[in-house]
């Protein structure tokens, strides 16, 4: 059974660094993509960064945010800079299938998800 277990939410201030980790067990991921995905209150879950042989950002992250895998761990990592209070969310980690490559921006693409981190940025 494919279990994803995110961790390092919490609350730092504007500006501030935080690093997402998400350990996958009962599969193997190194030819699947896995994603974050974030919920804010009263929004939609919203893509936020994927990476397979390439990595993939929403704008509103990019240069601020960066996600890096170690297979040999079976996890991946989103390494968050420059927090901002509009980044607060509920930060979920996602799986595809090994070797089913989707559109890796679209959350019905992946088939395994974790239970999700806070992470809230104050002013």
């Known amino acids: 059974q494919v279990q994803l277990v995110e961790s390092g939410g919490g609350l730092v201030q504007a500006g501030g660094s935080l690093r997402l980790s998400c350990a996958a067990s009962?599969?193997?991921?190194?030819?699947?993509?896995m994603g974050w995905f974030r919920q804010a209150p009263g929004k939609e879950r919203e893509f936020v960064a994927a990476?397979?042989?390439?990595?993939y950002y929403t704008d509103s992250v990019k240069g601020r945010f960066f996600i890096s895998s170690d297979n040999a761990k079976n996890t991946v990592y989103l390494q968050m800079n420059s927090l901002k209070p509009e980044d607060t969310a509920i930060y979920y980690c996602?799986?595809?299938?090994?070797?089913?490559?989707?559109?890796?921006?679209?959350?019905?693409?992946?088939?395994?998800w974790g239970q999700g981190t806070q992470v809230t940025v104050s002013s």
């Open positions: 996602a799986a595809d299938r090994e070797g089913v490559f989707g559109d890796p921006y679209k959350s019905l693409e992946y088939d395994y």
């Open positions: 009962g599969g193997t991921f190194r030819r699947a993509t």
């Open positions: 990476i397979n042989w390439n990595t």
